[in-house]
């Protein structure tokens, strides 16, 4: 039997001595381009191995590998084949390429990753430098494909040959260097399974600090700052400073509480990112060093599923000056986060946590994903990714979402 007429293995796909055609096109972009080269190579009863297909500012590239033409009549040949594929593609005006070789595409290696790259922009120098840090810890990019161009540019590149967590540390340090946002997870199923996003709320699903809201209508927001700062410094715990700060607002009326959930302002994207990841059928609660006077509002608004944060005692239509409740500290995110995950039935390695400051931590590092949203440096470093433009929605690219999915989400709900 010569080599042109190997059989295929039981399964119909080639083996590694099989004859197999690479079929490329180029071109200007219009409908009925693949479907008139698979028309075309359908005479010749050939099994399609692999497709890729890829359109760049209306130019097409169509790549088919497919087994060897085994006819011997003059028109089932290789040949009859490329002369068939090359006098199709000038009627349409497009260029054709056919490479012969064996076998399928060479197997992938092993420590599969996905690299999200957000720029804002994504320059070619920062390209460069991320994709020789990949080569140079031993990954190769298997594929690339931009998710999005809009309010970032977000490409996704598909890496294997290199553990996820070297990877991860690697590009950290580049990314960093460059100023652009790199993500890195393990590819798998459970990238698409995580169906439970927690975010902290100050300065993250809002762009204000709720206690500085309520301070200036009870005349003390200096005071409220300078605690704050002290416990920045490490003077005081969190605990210690929210007592500090809630006792400044004692005699403040509740009618205070209607003009603050006014004044609060969505982080932009804010919107976009709950209803898009609503539509795709994930759960999403907050957790809060703030109050539920405002979290609880947020939850109505929004149509979240969880939330839960420090309660301002109100007696005789007056602040009292304490909370009531659990504390939510830094340990309380975390534990929220673990019973949130628990009441969704996800598990914690499927959950993705969002957050800003020190107390967001121990929920970020609990996470399967954790996220630090425009953090400060000791967050950034600690966390597994970072975002640091001012649009929440782009986290939405950090799990593979694409900004299609996201206006499909948008024009639904209209």
Same mark, same amino acid.
């Given at each position: ?8 293995? *039981?399964?119909? &796909? ?9 079929? /490329? ?9 693949? #479907?008139?080269? !698979? ?6 009863? =050939? ?35 490329? $002369? ?18 064996? +076998? ?16 804002? *922009? ?16 031993? @990954? ?36 960093? $260097?460059?100023?652009?946002?790199? #993500? ?16 902290? &709320? ?12 309520? $301070? ?52 932009? +994207? ?35 599923? !969880? ?7 109100? /007696? ?16 309380? %995110? ?20 969002? @957050?800003?400051? #020190? ?15 425009? #953090? %400060? ?21 950090? =799990? ?15």
């Amino acid at each position: 039997m010569s080599a042109s007429q190997t059989p295929l293995p *039981p399964t119909g &796909v080639p083996g590694e001595d099989t004859p197999t055609l690479l079929v /490329k096109i180029f071109g200007k972009d219009r409908p009925g381009i693949t #479907a008139g080269l !698979f028309d075309t190579l359908a005479a010749y009863s =050939l099994i399609v191995v692999d497709i890729e297909q890829v359109v760049t500012r209306g130019r097409i590239t169509l790549c088919a590998l497919v087994t060897a033409p085994t006819g011997q009549g003059s028109g089932t040949t290789e040949g009859a084949l490329r $002369a068939t594929v090359h006098s199709w593609a000038e009627s349409m005006k497009l260029q054709a390429e056919i490479i012969s070789g064996r +076998g399928d595409n060479r197997p992938r290696g092993s420590g599969r990753s996905h690299v999200t790259v957000l720029g804002h *922009p994504l320059t070619t120098q920062s390209t460069a430098a991320i994709a020789g840090c990949i080569t140079g810890i031993g @990954g190769n990019i298997d594929r690339i494909f931009r998710l999005a161009k809009y309010p970032v540019t977000a490409m996704e590149f598909e890496v294997s040959g290199a553990e996820t967590g070297l990877l991860r540390t690697a590009l950290a340090t580049e990314s960093a $260097a460059l100023g652009v946002d790199v #993500a890195v997870v393990a590819s798998g199923l459970q990238r698409r399974a995580q169906r439970l996003v927690v975010m902290d &709320v100050d300065s993250t699903l809002i762009q204000d600090e709720v206690i500085e809201l309520f $301070a200036a209508h009870a005349g003390c927001a200096d005071k409220v700052a300078e605690i704050t700062t002290a416990a920045m410094r490490g003077e005081l715990d969190f605990e210690q400073s929210l007592h500090a700060r809630v006792a400044l607002l004692a005699g403040l009326d509740e009618s205070v509480v209607d003009e603050v959930r006014t004044e609060v302002r969505l982080t932009p +994207g804010a919107r976009t990112l709950v209803r898009t990841l609503k539509r795709l059928g994930y759960q999403v609660g907050v957790v809060s060093g703030g109050f539920t006077q405002v979290t609880d509002d947020l939850q109505d608004k929004l149509g979240l599923d !969880f939330a839960s944060a420090n309660t301002l005692e109100i /007696k005789d239509g007056k602040l009292t000056g304490q909370v009531t409740g659990e504390i939510v500290d830094r340990a309380g %995110k975390a534990r929220l986060l673990r019973r949130f995950a628990e009441q969704a039935g996800v598990p914690l390695a499927q959950t993705v946590a969002i @957050g800003d400051g #020190a107390n967001d931590l121990d929920m970020l590092n609990a996470a399967g994903l954790g996220v630090a949203f425009n #953090a %400060k440096p000791l967050v950034r470093e600690a966390a597994h990714t970072a975002v640091n433009v001012p649009f929440l929605d782009t986290v939405l690219y950090l =799990l593979g979402i694409t900004r299609e999915e996201v206006e499909a989400a948008a024009t639904h709900e209209q």
